[in-house]
């Protein structure tokens, strides 16, 4: 007798890999071109020793604030040597502030991190782990920034500042988070890509550079945009923070996040991405064969 035919039965549901798992809003790609170079160069999320991610972070943290500070602070210096004189003050102050500022301190960043991550991480896991170390050494570097700039308010003589002095420093208290973290985490990822680069084989010296320089040039790019609108618009009282809070750095951000895979999820911020690279494409598997009959 004939034994009735029954179907498999259906393959379990995979189980989302714990960077897609709990909330995280709209996924977003904008950019998969990049974002599979980026993920060719990832791997597990761990470190030889048992180090831990947090050591690499607070070092990236102070390196950027004492050494990326002191760097780019002796660039502009010398700028201002310079070019103080070949300039009239206002289009001097523009062309510094606009201009110089990105191109000293994003560089002096990168190297904070490049040292933090080749004395502690050797390799920088993933492209979250590069953001991460970005934004410790953007967050160092504001502080040490905002300190500088706080004094010189709170012991400047000039009618015109002594007058919104107050006012001044909150500001100043309330960017210092959202400027230089979010433009160093661009940064951040280039390192990521220079780093993993310089350990595979495979990469060609192209691909090995513009990535990285990309990500740089973003980041220059982001700080430049802020700047030029803090710079442009100061006329206007208060308006240039209240379109960079709200227009400038939402847009960075969601470009970031796009970056990073496209959604948060700040439980399992460190887990290795599930998109395909463009090495190793996802390629589904085959049909089961049909039943004999």
Known sequence: MEQPYYPPPPPPTPTPPPSQRGFHGPRTTFFSSIRSQLAVLERPSQFAGGKKPG?????????????????????????????????DPASFLYTLGIVFAP?????????AMLIAAYVL????????????????AGLG?????????????????????????GEAIAIRVIVTPFMHPLWSAFVGIGVFALVS????????????????????????????????VSFGLSPFGYSPIILNLLV????????????????????DFFEPLAEPSAAYPAVPPPPPAPPQV
């Not at 991480?121 to 410790?136: C, D, F, T």
């Open 55 to 87: 050591l690499g972070l607070l070092v990236s943290f102070v390196l950027s604030a004492s050494m990326g500070f002191g760097l780019s602070f002796g660039l502009q210096t010398g700028l201002t040597l310079i070019l103080q004189g070949a300039m």
């Open 103 to 111: 191109l000293t301190e994003e560089p002096s960043k990168a190297l």
């Open 121 to 136: 991480w050797k390799v920088i896991p993933n492209r979250r782990y590069g953001a991460s170390l970005g934004a410790a």
């Open 141 to 165: 570097f504001g502080i040490a920034e905002s300190i500088l700039y706080i004094y010189q308010i709170a012991v400047s003589n000039l009618p015109e500042i002594a007058a919104v002095r």
């Open 197 to 228: 680069s310089r350990f595979r084989a495979t990469d060609s010296p192209r691909s090995a550079w513009w990535i990285p320089s990309l990500f740089l040039l973003m980041g220059i790019v982001n700080h430049l945009i802020w700047n030029g």
């Open 248 to 267: 400038t750095f939402p847009i960075f951000a969601v470009v970031l996040r796009d970056f990073l895979g496209g959604h948060y999820n700040v439980q």
